[in-house]
């Protein structure tokens, strides 16, 4: 791959003056390092993220015999004594300790600059380029021109600062390593700092080091009064590396060796020159970047960024909605590669010792929203980490399934930490909720349709199964109706504990029809697909309220006026798929009534999954206003998603909604333009992955589908849906049969490799 030049102005977000604040900062990540860049000409700062930095040790939260008190809550929940199921609950069914613990800053990187006066400071430009994952700074200083690049590089981890200028002999700096926590040592060598310490007393232990190369100069390093740093002086350039690690190895294990972690990584930097660390970054990265493109015409590129993003909802400027789009797939290329930790509710940054709700791995929605965009945004290597987080949930989420239910198999509740905690947290009204594992499984599922990998599958479908069991035990019979039910749980996260929330069970039937399918394709466990089936059809259906409104709860209770924030009840439609107009009008027509009861507000992940519900509901104008409300309400000007406080799920939701609004493949077919808001008349997208195994290329203009262009990666049949005649063509450019399914649905056979090009006729 050829290395750019120089960057598509379409993909750099870009300021006029140094940030003020975390929120205006701009990020880079390699996955396991992040951090935030500020910008500044005269007193640069750059706060630092490593993804294992966390409070606590390896725990087991598990409450031994919990489950002796099980029945004795649901009978309280099933006589309506809800408070007193509640306060049982507390006292005898809840996590030890009832917190899990807290992802961590790391340190922080400060640059001075003598000589530099921020007042004489002229034609100063931050920007943040998608294209190359780098971050620059420019200004003029008394005649000379001074750049600054940062760039977090996956190859060789580690976050390099390139400082230089048009002159010779005008780089000067002092450069100081601190960290918010206590029992910090700082020591200073030839060319560099190290700062070691740990997160508390028998937890983590880190180290951070930083080493500066020059081109002429001299290079020192100073202590003063214990404050220790590295000072250069009169360079025609200089580069800075910062390496970092903890001790972490597993959820069991904190013995690993931060320092040689780190020599390790310096070790390899011993022979490496910057312009040869910028190319392998560029390269690597842009293997995964531009693997995808989206380009909706209208630009404002000329405009700084934090401007684009406050006049949004007054101009006509849709190229901002592709930058955010672009903006949420480098989020997650920098936030989650193989062998990292998955992203938190805050990806890999966070400079807070006390973060809002931990910054930690919330699986009713949030954990599982950060994921969406990774199959469909041809992202699916950065999953990995996702999956591997499930492994160690399995293992102790066992362990609660038995103190805690008394059932096979394994659960998770709400809530997850670096150390796998599995048992329900916080409160007993919203903490016990039992499917955040069986929602996690369906990653696995999905990641198994969109690339066919029988070896993954093997290897993650007994986690599958295991979760399914689980349910298998834990159901139970409504003696009302005669349905199974999930009780105790909740509606997250309102409403208290009741028996027989719509959302489980829907998720339920999901998991186990998965399951079925997936046992299926590998020819196994045929009679606990017999089991799986009946449960299935004896769970609590979705019901229709008085309202017109998808209900919420077992009873119809649904209050028309409620503008909660989730909308836990309208998983089936999305990012479930047994709601669809396809598939049944009336539950359709009932979900959008329990959508427009929510209202277009919310906070910044309510909104990114309202997107994605209005685009399931074939609405595309309304999935756009709700797109244009998160950007102009929800958005901030660093292009975070803010909740607020921030939280990079609406990132990672937001930029799923789009691809619903352009590309939908959950049902088995590829629905072209499904959702495409009159304010996208025209554009092209490139590159965008389907269930199948497809890759899709699609052009439109004046509303309309010009051409699809679908890759069949593996030769599987491909069903295609279009609200208008199509005709398909091979690359030989012959027409190809196609087989009438439905009304506008059409398949036609494929060969793996082969293009086909896709033409609206209608």
Request: proline share 5%; hydrophobic share 35%; glycine share 8%.
């Amino acid at each position: 791959m050829t290395v750019t030049a120089r960057t598509n102005e379409d993909l750099v977000l870009w300021y006029e003056s140094p940030a003020l604040r975390w929120e205006e900062a701009l990020p880079i990540g390699n996955g396991r390092l992040g951090a935030m860049i500020f910008g500044a000409p005269c007193k640069e700062h750059l706060q630092l993220n490593e993804d294992t930095i966390w409070t606590g040790k390896p725990h087991d939260y598990s409450n031994k015999g919990a489950h002796r008190y099980l029945d004795t809550i649901r009978e309280l929940i099933k006589s309506g004594r809800q408070q007193e199921a509640e306060a049982l609950a507390m006292e005898k069914f809840m996590s030890i300790p009832l917190g899990q613990k807290a992802y961590q800053p790391f340190c922080d990187l400060h640059l001075d600059f003598p000589g530099l006066s921020c007042e004489e400071v002229a034609s100063y430009r931050r920007e943040l380029d998608l294209e190359q994952a780098i971050s620059s700074v420019r200004f003029e200083h008394q005649g000379v021109k001074y750049r600054r690049e940062y760039l977090a590089s996956h190859p060789h981890q580690a976050i390099f600062i390139h400082c230089d200028a048009d002159q010779d002999g005008k780089i000067s700096f002092d450069a100081r390593l601190t960290s918010p926590h206590k029992n910090v040592l700082t020591v200073a060598d030839q060319n560099g700092i190290t700062l070691r310490g740990e997160v508390e007393p028998g937890g983590i232990r880190f180290e951070a080091r930083i080493t500066v190369v020059t081109d002429g100069g001299d290079v020192t390093t100073l202590s003063d009064s214990g404050l220790v740093s590295v000072s250069v002086r009169k360079a025609n350039s200089a580069t800075i590396a910062f390496v970092g690690a903890s001790s972490f190895v597993n959820y069991k294990d904190i013995s690993g060796n931060p320092k040689a972690r780190c020599e390790q990584y310096l070790g390899k930097l011993t022979e490496v020159c910057y312009e040869q660390v910028k190319q392998e970054h560029i390269i690597d990265y842009q293997g995964l970047f531009r693997t995808v493109s989206l380009d909706f015409g209208s630009s404002a590129v000329g405009c700084p960024t934090d401007q684009r993003i406050k006049r949004f909802s007054k101009t006509s400027d849709s190229q901002l909605v592709a930058l955010y789009f672009q903006y949420g797939r480098y989020l997650m290329i920098s936030g989650s590669r193989p062998r990292c930790m998955p992203l938190n509710l805050q990806g890999i940054w966070n400079d807070n010792l006390y973060p809002p709700w931990d910054s930690k791995f919330t699986c009713n929605i949030n954990l599982e929203m950060n994921y969406w965009p990774a199959e469909p945004a041809n992202l699916s290597v950065c999953h990995q980490p996702l999956f591997e987080l499930i492994k160690v949930v399995r293992e102790t989420g066992s362990i609660v399934a038995k103190e805690h239910y008394n059932c096979r198999g394994w659960v998770l509740h709400h809530n997850t930490d670096i150390w796998g905690g599995s048992a329900p947290i916080n409160a007993s009204d919203h903490g016990i909720w039992p499917t955040g594992g069986a929602w996690l499984c369906s990653h696995i599922w999905q990641h198994y349709l969109y690339n066919q990998d029988l070896g993954f599958l093997e290897e993650y479908y007994p986690i599958m199964r295991d979760a399914a069991l689980f349910f298998v035990d834990f159901l139970v019979e409504d003696q009302e109706t005669g349905w199974l039910i999930s009780t105790p749980s909740n509606s997250p996260e309102q409403g208290g504990l009741v028996a027989g929330p719509t959302m489980d069970h829907q998720i339920i039937r999901d998991l186990f029809r998965n399951c079925i399918n997936a046992s299926r394709v590998l020819g196994i466990d045929s009679e606990l697909r017999i089991v799986w089936q009946d449960i299935v059809e004896r769970i609590a259906p979705n019901q229709i309220g008085k309202y017109g409104q998808l209900q919420e709860w077992l009873t119809d209770i649904d209050d028309p006026l409620n503008e909660h924030r989730h909308v836990s009840h309208l998983w089936g439609l999305h990012p479930g798929s047994e709601i669809s107009p396809e598939i049944d009008p009336d539950f359709s027509e009932a979900a959008r009534k329990s959508l427009e009861f929510r209202g277009d507000k919310g906070t910044g992940w309510s909104m990114a999954w309202k997107i994605n519900l209005w685009a399931r509901l074939g609405d595309g104008d309304r999935a756009y206003k709700l797109m244009t409300n998160l950007i102009d309400k929800g958005t901030y000007p660093n292009m975070l998603d803010a909740h607020p406080p921030f939280q990079i799920d609406g990132n990672f939701g937001a930029t799923a909604g789009i691809i619903e609004m352009l590309l939908q493949s959950h049902l088995g077919h590829l629905s072209l333009l499904p959702a495409l808001p009159s304010s996208l008349p025209q554009g092209e997208a490139k590159g965008l992955c389907a269930v199948g195994g497809f890759t899709v290329d699609i052009s439109w203009a004046n509303g309309k589908l010009v051409t699809g262009l679908i890759t069949s990666k593996f030769g599987n049949e491909c069903r295609v849906r279009y609200g208008e005649a199509i005709e398909v063509y091979n690359s030989s450019n012959e027409l190809v049969p196609l087989r009438k399914l439905t009304e506008d649905v059409y398949a036609f056979d494929t060969k793996k490799g082969q293009t086909y090009r896709v033409v609206n006729i209608g």
